[in-house]
Antibody, heavy 121, light 113 residues
Framework: QVTLRESGPALVKPTQTLTLTCTFS??????????VSWIRQPPGKALEWLAL???????YYSTSLKTRLTISKDTSKNQVVLTMTNMDPVDTATYYC?????????????WGQGTMVTVSS | QSVLTQPPSVSGAPGQRVTISCTGS?????????VHWYQQLPGTAPKLLIY???NRPSGVPDRFSGSKSGTSASLAITGLQAEDEADYYC?????????????FGGGTKLTVL
């Protein structure tokens, strides 16, 4: 059974760096075709894709946020980490990690429950 | 403004059929990239509903179906049930030079009357 769980601070101050961890089970990120992605959703708004890392350690970022984002993986720990610098109140959102695999035609197969992050001083 | 355009809301009575459109362009849906659909029940994470334009993951009722033509895609729900009331999102890939990457629609809120 595939599961993903996000963890990180619920509150960050403006200009600080946010670090989120996605801990997963039920698959290996070293298996060809497997990727983990981060997506966020501001309250009452639509989903926004942020970043993706694949089994070969290739990394892809949203063009509008790429200067602020870094995604990395620790295959031995089954974790993917996302850092976002220079946080602003507009970054307040629920942040999700999700499995993105070639077996579903590159869709987000399984999602974590999400973690709400509020940016406020 | 989302790259993929969806109607903000649709509604239907129990038992009826509703469709949700997802309109893209020549750099995403029209370029041949697959469209996927997600259902987000209130207060929960999105769930994959349709992948690869028209395929249902195991456990998704056959009341849900997807199609794609040209630069657009559609999600159809037949035999509408109260439990279908949710937000629905389409997703694809965009290859535009200004910013390739995964793209979502703005979401459609389905109300079951």
């Amino acid at each position: 059974q595939v599961t993903l769980r996000e963890s990180g601070p619920a509150l960050v101050k403006p200009t600080q760096t946010l670090t989120l961890t996605c801990t997963f089970s039920g698959f290996s990120l070293s298996t060809s075709g497997m990727c983990v992605s981060w997506i966020r959703q501001p309250p009452g708004k639509a989903l926004e894709w942020l970043a993706l890392i694949d089994w070969d350690d290739d990394k892809y970022y949203s063009t509008s946020l790429k200067t602020r984002l870094t995604i990395s993986k620790d295959t031995s720990k089954n974790q993917v980490v996302l850092t976002m610098t220079n946080m602003d109140p507009v970054d307040t959102a629920t942040y999700y990690c999700a499995l993105y695999s070639s077996s579903s035609g590159n869709a987000f197969d399984i999602w974590g429950q999400g973690t709400m992050v509020t940016v406020s001083s | 403004q989302s790259v993929l355009t969806q109607p903000p809301s649709v509604s239907g009575a129990p038992g009826q059929r509703v469709t949700i459109s997802c309109t893209g362009s020549s750099s995403n849906i029209g370029a041949g990239y697959d469209v996927h659909w997600y259902q987000q029940l209130p207060g929960t994470a999105p769930k994959l509903l349709i992948y690869g334009n028209s395929n249902r993951p195991s456990g998704v009722p056959d009341r849900f179906s997807g199609s794609k033509s040209g630069t657009s895609a559609s999600l159809a729900i037949t035999g509408l049930q109260a439990e279908d009331e949710a937000d629905y999102y389409c997703q694809s890939y965009d290859s535009s030079l200004s910013g390739p990457g995964v793209v979502f629609g703005g979401g459609t809120k389905l109300t079951v009357l």
